[in-house]
């Protein structure tokens, strides 16, 4: 069994829901804390440090011999480990177990680091609990205002800041990280494939080019609450009709734009199987290949729901809960790491439609990103799916691309004597 191999089986059952077969492991939940101590037990079993910063985001430490002081100029790599709800195996947690994957196979190549290494594991990737996506990552980069984090609430009412407090954290000390850009030297981030690219050119890896502009809306429909039974359809102000229709609206208008746009979260108020809503809150996630095509689409798509809401009386409001803009990934970075696979033939480049810390971390940081195939395109789903085969090429290509970064000589080695 390889490394890669025991890592991942050793993880497979943490946060799996019994019926659906789905991962279920959200932010400072009873499954990412489980995985908070695998992670550090991994990184102690390799003899490297683990530092778990003000925003959650764990790192753990591989120095070069005789280094001193605070690490510099690293060659950082990982993902995250959270989910969506009822989400695959693979995004993220491949990231990360390829990442003590590729330290293990460095080091049975007899590779001595020059210049630090860590892998990391980001908090709160996907935003599943709390609504925002990229959390640890966004606060570390002062993209997130610390007091706009604290507030965020689950759907139990329960906000960022008390869910870290139960967790033994201390929410109050969470916000930008000053050494970042001096501690990073450049991140790089494996991810299975959220789509078949990669699938329909026969091609195990890619490296990305960019990631599309993206963000969430949400959306609140307010009507009358009534009787199901009693209630004239003339006289109702039913917003379930207009938050469908916008639904199928926004289809239409993201075909029009060749983008995409998807109302996949809503909550329906009072929730009664006899009774008509008094109010829709439903979440709108939409992307598209560049920045004005995204904020046309997404324009479109509220003026066709305030029209469908002016039908049937209905009041609308449409607030912005996050919008990210297109991440051009910087062209070094991405080249080096083609000409560290190069031994593994032409790898294509490939832009992605679905965020990742890496693109909230390209703010501060030179990164770049790796894909591992997925055979189906399925993402997101407990049917997400890489061939061991692939993993292996990819935790590979990862030492490779890490083996080739911490040999060479860096300008200003921070070490003893």
């Not at 007091?147 to 930008?176: C, N, Q, S, V």
């Not at 959220?194 to 993206?214: E, T, Y």
Request: a negative charge; hydrophobic letters at 45%.
């Amino acid at each position: 069994m390889t490394s890669f191999d025991s890592l991942w089986t050793s993880i497979l059952d943490v946060g799996q829901h019994h019926s659906t077969g789905g991962y279920r492991r959200f932010a400072w939940g009873d499954a990412d804390l489980t995985l908070r101590e695998w992670f550090t037990g991994e990184a102690a079993a390799r003899g490297m440090d683990v530092e778990e910063d003000r925003n959650g985001n764990l790192w753990a430490w591989w120095l070069p011999s005789g280094w001193v002081g605070e690490p510099t100029g690293a060659f950082v790599t990982g993902s995250h480990l959270d989910s969506v709800p009822d989400g695959g195996a693979f995004d993220g947690p491949l990231g990360v177990v390829s990442a003590f994957a590729a330290v293990d196979i460095l080091r049975d190549r007899g590779v001595e680091p020059t210049i630090p290494v860590a892998v990391t594991a980001f908090s709160d990737e996907e935003g599943a609990r709390f609504g925002v996506a990229c959390v640890g990552s966004q606060l570390t980069t002062g993209a997130l205002a610390p007091e706009r984090a604290l507030a965020l609430r689950d759907g139990d009412g329960i906000t960022l800041a008390e869910a870290m407090t139960k967790a033994g954290r201390t929410p109050t000390h969470i916000g930008a990280d000053p050494a970042l850009a001096d501690r990073v030297g450049v991140y790089v981030e494996l991810h299975v494939e959220q789509g078949r690219a990669l699938d329909l050119v026969d091609r195990p890896l890619a490296v990305a080019s960019s990631i599309w502009p993206h963000g969430r809306w949400e959306f609140t429909f307010d009507g009358e609450a009534n009787h199901a039974g009693a209630t004239r359809l003339v006289d109702r102000r039913d917003p379930m009709l207009a938050f469908a229709s916008s639904v199928h609206s926004a289809r239409a208008a993201a075909c029009a734009h060749e983008s995409v746009a998807t109302f996949g979260k809503v909550h329906v108020l009072p929730n009664g199987a006899n009774a008509i809503p008094s109010r829709i809150k439903a979440w709108l996630d939409a992307r598209a290949a560049d920045e004005a095509t995204l904020s046309t689409l997404v324009a479109a798509i509220e003026a066709e729901a305030r029209a469908h809401c002016s039908n049937d009386r209905i009041e609308l409001e449409v607030l912005a809960e996050s919008i990210t803009p297109i991440v051009e990934f910087p062209a070094e970075p991405r080249e080096r790491l083609r000409r560290a696979l190069r031994h593994l033939g032409d790898i294509p480049v490939l832009p992605t439609a679905a965020g990742h810390d890496a693109g909230i971390l390209s703010a501060k940081v030179p990164t770049a990103m790796l894909f591992v195939r997925n055979p189906t395109g399925v993402s997101h789903s407990p049917d997400e799916f890489a061939e061991r085969e692939d993993c292996i090429i990819g935790a590979r290509a990862l030492a490779d691309v890490m083996a080739e970064w911490v040999s060479a000589e860096p300008a200003d080695r921070n070490v003893d004597g």
